[in-house]
Structure formats: C-alpha cells, structure tokens
C-alpha cells in the first residue's frame, strides 16, 4: 500500500508540474506550436488540446483557456437548409376550445425570434397580451399571456402564406385546455407598425 501511496503522489505532483511548466510568464497561457509538414497526426492531436486541461483557468475569465473573453456573444445562426417562414405582421386570430375567443396580435420576428402584443377578446372583456416565440421552418411555437394574470396559451402554429393554423393549450391555475386555433393575416409587417 505504500509503494502505490507513493506512485500516486509522484504522478499528481507531476500533472502539478506539468499545468505550472505549460503556463508562461504572469499566468499566461502557452499557446500551441503550429504543426509543421513532418508530423504526424497524433503529434497534431496533442497540440490541439495542449490548453484543454482542468488545472488551466484564465484569470480574467476563471474558465478554460479557449472560452470567448467576457462580453462576447454568438449570434443566432439560421440553420442551415431549414429556412425561416415570415411570421411578423398583424394577426387576427379565432381561439375554440370549450368558448370562442378572439386574439388579436401584433407580431415582429428577428430570424427565429418572434415576439409582439396585442388584445384577447373572452365573453366581451377585452385583455392586453404579450406574445413570444420561435419558427422553425414553418413551425410557430408561440407563448401568449394576458398581462397581470397567470394565464397562458401555448400555440403549435403551421404558417401558410396569408394565414397560421393549429393548436393550443390554455392554462390557468387549475386549469388546462385544448383547442384550435385559425388566424389570417390583416396586415404585412411594414404596415403593422402603423396600425398601434
């Protein structure tokens, strides 16, 4: 049992070692020597991950040498060859589940993102809503509130041109239903704005 105490101990002071001897000068990071024509591809492989160890942290970071400095962010990339239908502009839509409602939306989209406000007409009482959401291709999957409630429609919309329709969950505290629902364009996006 000695002998292997020992072993262990000489091999985790020297990753110790290793991590203090591939830093440089004030905590700074080695980087990695290009590859050069006459190695081989596991001499590459090594190079690559020379930084990807958990004893390196960045100072300035405190994560792994190779994670983007503080303050950068990656945009939202479409994907690839899925495409993104337009959803923006102004929606009338007709809710049926156990009652018929009607919701009007003003909606804006950046790439994916959808999102906007409007009005939810229930039994002659009129509540603002706000909308959020994302498309997929030709999916909408849409998250509708009336503002100050805990109400909430969960849309799964198929935009067509001119015209969404699918389905919903309504729920509320103890509540939770079903429905369908049919929308139609009433205005394009540039006109959307003009109509607030």
């Not at 930084?51 to 945009?75: C, H, Q, W, Y």
């Not at 039994?123 to 498309?135: H, K, M």
Request: proline share 6%.
């Amino acid at each position: 049992m000695g002998f292997r105490s020992v072993v262990i101990a000489l091999a985790l002071v020297g990753c110790l070692n290793a991590t203090v001897f591939a830093e440089g000068s004030k905590n700074q990071i080695v980087e990695p020597q290009s590859p050069g024509e006459e190695m081989s591809g596991s001499v590459i492989s090594d190079l690559s991950f020379r930084n990807e160890s958990l004893f390196l942290i960045r100072a300035d970071t405190g994560m792994s040498p190779n994670v983007p400095a503080k303050g950068v962010r990656t945009p939202v990339a479409a994907i690839q060859g899925l495409g993104i239908a337009p959803a923006a502009g102004s929606w009338s839509f007709t809710l049926t589940d156990t009652a018929t409602r009607y919701l009007s939306l003003d909606l804006y989209q950046t790439v994916d993102a959808v999102f906007g406000s409007g009005e939810l007409m229930d039994r002659g009482t009129t509540a603002q809503v706000t909308a959020g959401g994302t498309v997929l291709g030709d999916r909408l999957s849409l998250y509708v509130t009336p503002i100050g409630t805990q109400n909430l429609y969960r849309f799964s919309l198929t935009i067509k041109p001119g015209s969404m329709d699918g389905d919903y969950i309504f729920t509320a505290p103890g509540i939770t239903q079903p429905g369908v629902a049919f929308g139609s364009l009433v205005a394009p996006q540039g006109a959307a704005g003009q109509n607030q």
